[in-house]
């Protein structure tokens, strides 16, 4: 009788492992196509059980796992390059925002207009009592300084949109960092599913590296501890979380909620938004800055010593006060009465020989840091931003064909392939249809052999 | 199963005595029987373990093996009937018709206690032979229906639609083939 139960239980067991098997096999063909998801395998163990005699019999089959394949050191690769293209991408797109703000070349940008005010003063030497002349200098004058304004209350703006994006990537990253933890808390728990927690963990571990360059350890049921710069961020359900820095401090400075030493993000997107508004912006603005600096000493220099068409002189262009693109504007006096525009150099109404020299400052190479000319300055600025702008797009799409072959690699170990699911069907159809003929064979052979004994 | 009765051949008579030679060399040769079923029987539940644990190389590897064993095993068998035949032909036995319960009570003591327990040991190791072998056709059928199923997904070979033909009639669709039936 113990013969025909263990029978009964052999097969019992194989039918419940193979439709365990027929489950996993349909739930990696159902997935092959979701990102993120890793092919399942069912392990399949036999089973003993030692009886009285102490002789060990086999039980039938059982499914003692569903292994998840995945490689750890290409998942570690592939982090590592998305960190980097989270990074040019982020570059890439601001540097772009950028170019736009300067809007060059066009009609509109500051060079065009910068050309058109030195073009005005060319006008008013020719004819220095035309008050259409000296409304002209007066209209191009408020332009150009609107322009210098204008565009540095975009690169303003821009930054501070730079620094609400950085916290609200401070925020997701803090949501991430919870939801790993009570995937740590889960893992340890549920074996079942631990190969479908496993998935979540990792695609939530790929999001985080997005967003910056953390450190990772796991053990041996697959829980994470976290770290960046050097700080222990999450260790099995515990987590310590980011928070916003002030508004007067680099942005790349990132505190955390236990006031411990605050760290720096050197890859991903916050990385790449703490570069570009701590340093790429701040840049521009400043050569922005040098060049309205520039513009109104040398301009006020020359019209101070002229004499306006009422007589008056020691009269400034440009507003003395002004400390750079911010605030560049035309002197109240002047803006007030165009008479004022100091043209003449001896007093005569019809000298116009101080706007001449005015229009001439275009061409001197030496009124920016003595060594650059007005538009060689701005045309240097532009021409690096052009850089830039095509560096960064050659960085992301480099580190985008790094990412994508490490992918590869990870779909090559990890995918779901339905041909090779298929030849591997087709194999196992060939193997069992050989192991069925031998049945036949020895179901005949025993019928013969025991009528001889 | 049935022994077959003896038929005696009244021209040789019942009492001459069975050499004990060719007893030596029957009782010599069902131990390498058994021993050869022992490894016929080992390789089938090494192919009952490789369906398990669905290792196709080992499965392949192994189902060779078995029928390596079972052609050896055959044929040791056949010549255990030839000298049975040999051994009772002194007894006139019908020449087809031999067994070992036959041969037992006619050879002396010590020879048939042997053959005895020869006996009772090939039963076993027969018998075993035989479940294992009805089990792993079980598994076998499982399997091959399993993967059929599988290749049946892959193969979205899973709608039972009907069809219209342009005269209006509806076609049936017949039940997909299974690519491999088991017997």
Known sequence: ??????????????????????????????????????????????????????????????????????????????????????????????????????????????????????????????????????????????????????????????????????????????????????????????????????????????????????????????????????????????????????????????????????????????AALATFHDETLQDYSDQLDELATSLVEKVNELHKTGYGLEGSTNVNFFDPSTTGAADIRVSSEVADNAEKIAASEDGNGGNGEIARKIAQLVNDSTVVNNSFSFHDYYGATIARLGNDVQDTTVKRDGQKMLVNQARTHQEAVSGVSLDEEMTNLIQFQRAYQAAAKLINVVDEMMDTILRMV | MTDVQLQLRPELGRDEPIDDTRVEELISLTQKEIFAYSNFLNQLLAQQSAIIDRDITHLTDRTQRAEECSMLARQLSEERKEIMLQVLAHTRPCKELATLEQVIPMVKSQYATRLKELRENLIEVLEKIKQTNQRTAFLLKESIRYVNRNLQIIGQELDQSDSYSTDGKVHKKNQLPVIFKIA
């Open chain 1, 1 to 270: 009788m113990s013969g025909i139960r263990n029978t009964l239980e052999i097969a019992r067991s194989a039918l419940v492992s193979s439709q365990m098997a027929l489950d996993v096999t349909g739930n990696n063909i159902a997935n092959a196509n979701t990102e993120g998801y890793s092919r399942r395998r069912a392990v399949m163990k036999s089973e003993y059980q030692r009886t009285a005699q102490n002789f060990v019999i086999g039980k039938g089959v059982i499914v003692s796992r569903i292994e998840r394949t995945r490689d750890q050191y290409i998942e570690s690769q592939l982090r590592t390059q998305q960190q980097s293209l989270s990074y040019w991408e982020t570059m890439q797109t601001k540097y772009a925002r950028l170019e736009d703000i300067f809007t060059e070349p066009s009609e509109t940008g500051l060079g065009e207009m910068m050309s058109r005010f030195f073009d005005s003063w060319q006008g008013l030497a020719t004819d220095p009592q035309s008050f259409t002349a000296r409304n002209d200098v007066l209209q191009k004058a408020n332009s150009l300084a609107a322009k210098f304004r204008s565009t540095t209350k975009h690169i303003s703006d821009l930054k501070d949109e730079i620094r609400s994006e950085f916290n609200k990537q401070l925020e997701k990253f803090n949501s991430l960092a919870e939801q790993l933890a009570e995937i740590n808390i889960q893992l340890p728990l549920s074996q079942e599913q631990a190969a479908d927690l496993l998935d979540r963990r990792d695609n939530l571990l790929m999001q985080m590296n997005k967003i910056v360059n953390v450190q990772t350890m796991e053990n041996e049921y697959g829980q994470v501890t976290i770290s960046l710069g050097g700080k222990v961020l999450l260790e099995n359900s515990k987590v310590i979380k980011v928070v916003e820095g002030s508004a007067d401090e680099p942005l790349n400075t990132i505190h955390w909620e236990d006031n411990s030493r605050a760290s720096k993000a050197s890859n991903g997107q916050l």
